[in-house]
């Protein structure tokens, strides 16, 4: 299994003789960025490794995979990896000694659960134990580090209250102890990250185990993980722990040149939507204040209302649609906003036929499309979010483009990702709904809250999809205009509607990126189109290594270019903005430094006249 998203722009961590005999020995495939040992009879460590490949493959990262219950584990495997995660395996001693081997000349090693006996010095680490089932509940991040950049944000409408030192600086996660065993350590120079503790304690508590560690181990690095991040809490990801995988794998990648696609056009580090579910009478009055609020910030493709087609649904006549109000679905369409479906009427499609849902959603498009005539309407939000993979297949089979209810509550995605047959745009907890009625908080609680869940998603460099109620909002409409000046002010987000993240994403997916070299001062990639369209705004981001020293510059097929400089958590990423790419063409970009030959630079110094 692999992934060709991101590319690792060189591996020197083995002599030169090994790297030459295995580049004879090897087939001219990609290198990948991280290699996934697991042993294939262990029920265990493939479910792990599974969750792990979920989560760099939904971050774009390159990865391969090696079963040692199968095949042997080498120098050729480990040669051309920049990253080796070591999945809950029971190592022997020849295994163990050949990652210590490894890392200790540079190579990067994450290691969970029972990986990490017979690597303790590797790891930094005095001692790893097996804790008693059902002995933790969650772990909380300590403290900030590398590793575990991005600003806090755990779910919890209200709280908890916690003093700033105990304050984490991602999300804390919820651990199964009765299926999987959690593994506790004792650091001995290793950085504590996280800690173990029951769902019952203080967050001012700080006695609790740790359970993820970061150790730079001579030339190279190492994370240990108590817990297993890559196992399933249920069906559909491995949640929370998605975070601290790609975290690691990140920190882990720093001692080398990598180079990715960007997420969002024109390098904006994140995409922001507003989307509103538009299904009652005070739509005549909170959809044109919303209107008015976008137009005053000069966004001429910006909110998507997602609006019911007719009356009538589980809260009766109250409900109303684009049949009861022509003139709100025609403002929306005016103003430059999307016009999306939220239900022929106000009901929820969980359990339903595949037949009843598809005649529906066929009576929701003859009710909708007209007010975008030519165009078919092309996203979906089910009423109360009550969607299921039936409604994901009517959607891809009628034509959708995007599905905007597989809440990030559930996912913890920030990104756009295809599932159930269509592409999904999370929206991000919580909506105005929890903050407002459930909960019944102030306006400055409910923008803080949003805020810095909007923190939380940008340090992921994702969507934050708003979810909001025109008839909810409304009296709170002064909390939007904050947050979009707060999120115009910072200058590197894409505002834009719904489907036009989606149909950038679909573009983005056509876009392959292959490095061909990496030197000292140079790296080079070649940046393909194998799509059907022109895509524009396409960015290359470069996070080189930590010691580089000197001014870096770029050429697209031999023309210079200006490099833009993002920071993202606490790496600074060159990144390059190719011109508009025709289908089927290709570019080779080149990123070059001055070669640097004294490191206190004394070549510089004017030579004295005698």
């Known amino acids: 299994m692999t992934n060709s998203a991101e590319i690792p722009a060189g591996h020197p961590f083995l002599p030169a003789a090994v790297l030459c005999a295995v580049t004879l020995a090897a087939s001219p495939a990609l290198p990948a960025s991280a290699l996934l040992i697991f042993d294939g009879s262990s029920t265990a460590s493939t479910t792990d490794c599974e969750g792990i490949a979920l989560a760099l493959d939904e971050a774009g990262i390159v990865f391969s995979d090696l079963d040692i219950a199968t095949n042997d584990l080498g120098v050729p495997e480990l040669a051309i990896t920049s990253v080796a995660i070591a999945c809950h395996l029971a190592l022997d001693n020849n295994q163990a000694q050949l990652l210590d081997d490894w ?60 003093p700033e030192s105990e304050r984490p600086s991602i999300m804390r996660h919820w651990y199964f102890t009765d299926i999987w065993p959690g593994y506790t350590a004792i650091p001995g120079p290793a950085t504590t990250l996280a800690r173990w503790y029951k769902q019952a304690d203080e967050w001012g508590d700080s006695s609790g185990a740790p359970a993820l560690v970061a150790h730079v181990h001579e030339q190279g690095r190492a994370v240990y993980s ?93 409900m109303v649609g684009a049949v009861e109000y022509p003139h709100i679905a025609e403002a929306i369409v005016n103003a430059g906003s999307e016009l999306g479906g939220h239900g022929d009427i106000h009901t929820s499609f969980t359990g339903q036929t595949y ?43 009628l034509g959708f483009g995007h599905d905007a209810g597989e809440a990030d509550v559930w996912t913890q995605t920030t990104l756009p990702h295809p599932l159930g047959g269509i592409l999904q745009l999370p929206p991000t907890m919580p909506m105005d709904w929890h903050l407002f009625e459930l909960y019944d908080l102030p306006a400055s609680t409910a923008q803080a809250i949003w805020l810095d869940k909007l923190d939380y998603v940008m340090s992921r460099r994702g969507l934050f999809s708003w979810l909001h109620h025109p008839w909810i909002i409304e009296p709170h409409l002064d909390v939007v205009d904050q947050v979009l000046a707060e999120v115009i002010e910072r200058g590197d987000i894409w505002l834009t509607r719904q489907d036009d993240v989606a149909a950038w994403w679909q573009q983005r997916e056509m876009i392959v990126v292959e490095k061909n070299a990496s030197e000292p001062n140079r790296i080079s990639v070649q940046v393909q189109n194998s799509g059907s369209s022109t895509v524009s705004g396409i960015s290359i981001w470069i996070l080189v290594p930590e010691n580089s020293a000197g001014s870096w510059s770029a050429r697209v097929d031999e023309a210079p270019m200006d490099l833009i400089e993002r920071q993202h958590g606490d790496a600074l990423f060159r990144v390059a903005v190719l011109p508009p790419l025709p289908a089927g063409a290709s570019v080779e970009l080149d990123l070059l430094t001055e070669p640097q030959i004294f490191r206190d630079r004394f070549e510089q110094i004017a030579p004295t006249a005698f």
């Open 103 to 162: 890392v200790a000349i540079g190579g990067n090693l994450l290691a969970t659960g029972q990986s990490g006996y017979g690597l303790e010095s590797t790891l930094g680490l005095d001692s790893i134990a097996q804790m008693a089932p059902g002995s933790v509940g969650e772990v909380r991040f300590s403290q900030q580090h590398p590793v575990t950049t991005g600003s806090w944000w755990d779910g919890t409408i209200t709280g908890p209250t916690m």
């Open 226 to 318: 108590g817990a297993l991040p890559g196992t399933y809490s249920d069906w559909d990801w491995p949640r929370a722990w998605r975070t601290p995988i790609v975290s690691a794998v990140e920190w882990l990648s720093w001692q080398e040149p990598l180079v990715s696609l960007g997420y969002w056009p024109e390098a904006h580090r994140g995409a922001f939507t507003w989307t509103g579910d538009t299904e009652m009478p005070a739509m005549e009055t909170a959809v044109p204040a919303l209107l008015d609020i976008f137009a005053h910030y000069g966004l001429e493709r910006f909110g998507t209302f997602y609006m019911v087609g007719q009356k009538d649904g589980d809260g009766g006549s109250g």
């Open 355 to 397: 037949a009843t849902q598809h005649e529906r959603l066929e009576n929701m498009q003859t009710l909708l499309d007209p007010f975008v005539a030519p165009e078919a309407i092309s996203g979906f939000r089910a009423p109360y979010l009550s969607q299921d993979t039936t409604t994901w297949q009517v959607l891809a089979d």
